[in-house]
């Protein structure tokens, strides 16, 4: 896939380029499908709330993809739910970029991304345990704290909501 092709993008830390994506890439897919696969070995069935590409296609929801160079090194997306808010969703380093501030860099661009939308907060839902903590520590380092369920998710005891207001 050429990323270009969707329009332009930005540059996020460590000279990321951060484009909107269409979902038709080989690379994304192979990467959504490896996040879907930990999602469901770490995460009991009932709380894995990962979108597959079918549903992150939807209008609703707008995807990006991060890149060095020509190497997919992760990506992220916005999901409307109203006027005043908005949730991240589908965040993920290729696994060669875990720990390099992709997630940082995707991070950043949503919340600029909602910011620029009107939206007055966003919240995320993510897992409890170890294997989520790197995830929860990024999200609590830019100002989210955990919430009540939002949207369509309920209290489960293993998924963890958290929000922003912006």
Known sequence: MNPDRLGTGSRGPD?????RDDLAGAEI????QFHLD??????????????PAERLRQRDVTFFSAWDGDVL???????????????????RAAPDY???????????HLLAEARARGY????????????FMPAQALYRAHGFTECAPFADYVLDGFSICMTRAL
Request: hydrophobic share 45%; glycine share 10%.
């Open 38 to 51: 930990e999602m469901h070995r770490w995460s009991p069935a009932e709380s894995v709330h990962a979108m």
């Open 120 to 131: 007055t907060r966003v919240s995320l839902e993510t897992g409890r345990p170890e294997p």
């Open 73 to 91: 090194a992760g990506c992220g997306a916005i999901r409307h739910l109203d006027a005043a808010h908005g949730e991240i969703k589908s965040m």
């Open 15 to 19: 000279s990321l380029r951060i484009v």
């Open 98 to 108: 875990r720990g390099k501030g992709v997630g940082k860099a995707i991070l950043l």
């Open 29 to 32: 897919l192979a990467l959504l």
